[in-house]
């Protein structure tokens, strides 16, 4: 399909799924209520649900979803796999490890985030270290260092999650399988969604080459090893937003490049913004169904990304020739 057709649809996609997402709860609005609760013109329940509720959530996870799906699209340059996921370099189990040792410790939400960024931090820095060390870039070396590194931290999850008591083992899991009913820091993710977002699409010419060799880009001029630093750290600023602002969820940044791929888009100037357009709605169509398929029980987005995301993209592989 041609991204000029394609872009058009994605963005009439994104009003859509964020109507979706405010109209449907625990408490269903016709869209003239939303309509008019958006205008402010009521001081009634509706208006408090959507204003207090529903329309910072559907926010988060329409921001998250494009973290996630941008994080994607540059690790997959970055190893050249149109299959490399934003989780795959131990970031997400470092932010895990460092998020469920507060809730042991019965930290409150400002200091799980914060033990959570930390975790994640340090996962950064061993992969990056261990991975690009004595200045040598040997790009096979950061993914085995990651993928171990994910292997350790599942570890040590485990662990935590065997140690702790019955009413803290529930917020732990949903941490783990995502959830966006506290997120927080909204403003800031939106700031680093932008700013990546933009940075990448000057560079996409970059990406290109780089995504066609690492030989071809060096022989045309590329510093290859600035580009794959730069890269690696533009995605793990991307995944650590992502995980403040939901926990981790997982099949985004996987699924969504590489079904943008599968529609015959290559070039990263436009993959760039279809597929951060895609994961953002994506992501809200996953929440919303996670609010209202039990309602009144919520259940964690994680869920609905592995449920909606596996079919699509096996239909997806399913087409391609």
Not at 226 to 248: E, H, I, K, M, N
Not at 295 to 309: D, E, H
Request: net charge positive; charged share 10%; glycine share 12%.
């Amino acid at each position: 399909m041609s991204p000029r057709v394609l872009f058009p649809l994605l963005l009439c996609a994104v009003p859509l799924s964020l109507g979706f997402g405010l109209m449907n709860g625990s408490l269903p609005l016709a869209p003239i209520e939303v309509w008019y609760a958006l205008l402010g013109n009521n001081e009634d329940t509706a208006t408090e649900v959507l204003w207090q509720l529903r329309l910072p959530r559907v926010l988060a996870a329409f921001v998250c979803g494009g973290l996630l799906a941008l994080s994607g699209v540059l690790l997959q340059a970055l190893l050249r796999n149109p299959l490399a996921d934003p989780y795959i370099l131990g970031i997400s189990g470092g932010a895990a490890v460092g998020a469920l040792a507060a809730m042991l410790l019965g930290a409150g939400l400002a200091t799980t985030q914060l033990s959570s960024f930390t975790g994640a931090l340090l996962a950064i820095v061993a992969v990056f270290g261990l991975g690009f060390r004595h200045g040598e870039r040997n790009i096979y070396r950061l993914l085995l260092t990651g993928v171990v590194l994910s292997a350790g931290c599942g570890a040590l999850i485990s662990l935590l999650l065997t140690l702790a008591q019955g009413e803290q083992v529930k917020g732990m899991l949903f941490w783990l399988m995502g959830d966006l009913s506290h997120a927080q820091g909204l403003s800031f993710a939106w700031f680093v969604l932008l700013a990546v977002g933009l940075c990448a699409m000057v560079w996409s010419g970059g990406l290109d080459v780089l995504a066609g060799g690492l030989d071809k880009a060096a022989a045309l001029g590329v510093a290859v090893g600035r580009w794959q630093a730069g890269l690696y750290f533009a995605a793990a600023v991307l995944t650590v937003t992502a995980l403040q602002l939901g926990g981790s969820i997982g099949f985004v940044g996987l699924m969504i490049p590489h079904a943008i791929r599968l529609l015959g888009v290559s070039a990263h100037r436009w993959l760039i913004p279809l597929s951060t357009i895609l994961g953002g709605s994506f992501l809200v169509l996953a929440d919303t169904l996670a609010r209202m398929l039990w309602s009144p029980l919520q259940l964690p987005v994680g869920i609905f990304t592995a449920l909606l995301g596996v079919p699509v993209l096996l239909w997806l592989l399913s087409r391609r020739s």
